[in-house]
């Protein structure tokens, strides 16, 4: 197992900045900011269930803002959907360098992950954008994976932790260029709160008994979101150059969007279904609010809301090794809003992260 906390450089200035911008920004005011992305260099971007949702909504956004100039790595399980999207993309006639691509990969296994984090490095020499944006919540099926990780975390969290760690050297790589270098986590961020602690007594859902399917799922759920903060939090503080985003999309209209309680509680899934249809915002104006987050804000931890605003963001000037305090909702002595977890939460969760995926 790597040892993910060796000593480092002495503690970094500290910042807890709130940019100057309207809060909740609009639509036309999302697309304005978006349209202005402009990079002087090909982009390359790495688009993490990019075949369907917000993912897809983001791959198009994306490929229309650059006019389609940018080497567009789409991962999937959906050959048929990653196709028609790719066909979709705008082909910059006469320019060189820019390429729409597609890789299977079935998330829920790291090694899967790792396999195909290898053919992205055999690929291209660094990375710009790194978007994943897979999820999963069914609250029926609360399985075990072949890997031993349980099914919600390995597709909410622990294949974002192996897709980071691996491709890492391609983010630096773009930083030292001076280029973007950019990571984004759509999950579930600013939900964190001193109440709501990270039981580090159940790392990984699997030490608790595992009954009732709906509280199994809710426990992963829920944990997820705080794991994520954790683990870029982690990030963050190792890489000071490169910006690590946790953004919260909202409830998105998507084809495949929809609770599934399962059993007796089906009617009552079939009337939040009906409920949700009415309040969900379209996947392409999500993906608008999403890119807003990602194309601003050049390094350090950013938690944003469904509008892509800012709830709380933390950079650093230096590599932080982070200490044993245990006070939830505080980075590095400096108190974050919506932020899941304390200094010695991340230490946990990452040595946890580390030991689990390493192993496959």
Not at 160 to 171: C, D, K, T
Request: charged fraction near 20%; proline fraction near 6%.
């Amino acid at each position: 197992m790597n040892r993910p906390f060796e000593p480092l450089r002495s503690p970094a200035k500290k910042s807890n900045k709130t940019p100057s911008r309207l809060k909740m920004p609009t639509l036309a005011i999302v697309k304005k900011s978006n349209a202005s992305f402009d990079p002087s260099y090909t982009p390359v971007a790495v688009f993490v269930g990019g075949t369907s949702g917000v993912g897809q909504g983001m791959v198009e956004a994306f490929a229309r803002y650059v006019q389609g100039r940018a080497h567009i790595i789409v991962l999937g399980r959906n050959e048929h959907a990653a196709a028609d999207i790719l066909a979709r993309l705008p082909r910059p006639d006469g320019a060189d360098g820019w390429t729409h691509e597609f890789i299977p990969c079935d998330v829920s296994l790291m090694a899967n992950v790792r396999a195909v984090c290898a053919q992205i490095s055999a690929k291209v020499k660094r990375i710009n954008f790194l978007v994943m944006t897979t999820g999963y919540s069914s609250m029926v099926n609360i399985g075990i994976t072949s890997e031993g990780l349980d099914l919600h975390l390995a597709l909410r969290y622990y294949q974002r932790y192996v897709f980071i760690q691996e491709l890492l050297p391609l983010l630096q790589a773009a930083h030292v260029l001076s280029e973007d270098a950019k990571v984004m986590c759509v999950l579930g961020a600013g939900r964190g709160s001193p109440k709501r602690p990270i039981d580090l007594h159940n790392l990984g859902n699997t030490v608790k008994p595992r009954v009732g399917n709906f509280k199994v799922a809710m426990r992963s759920m829920i944990a997820s979101s705080g794991y994520t903060d954790a683990m870029l939090a982690y990030f963050a503080a190792q890489n000071p150059g490169i910006a690590f985003t946790h953004i919260h999309p909202g409830i998105v209209r998507t084809p495949t969007m929809g609770a599934d309680f399962g059993g007796l509680l089906t009617p009552v899934s079939w009337l939040i279904n009906l409920i949700l249809r009415f309040i969900a915002v379209p996947q392409e104006e999500c993906a608008e609010h999403m890119l807003y987050g990602l194309f601003n804000g050049d390094r350090g931890l950013f938690l944003r809301d469904r509008y892509g605003d800012v709830v709380s963001s933390l950079e650093f000037d230096a590599p932080v090794e982070l200490d044993e305090n245990d006070e939830t909702s505080v980075l590095n002595g400096i108190p974050m809003n919506g932020y899941g977890a304390s200094d010695m939460g991340v230490r946990r969760i990452i040595e946890h992260s580390e030991a689990v995926t390493r192993s496959h």
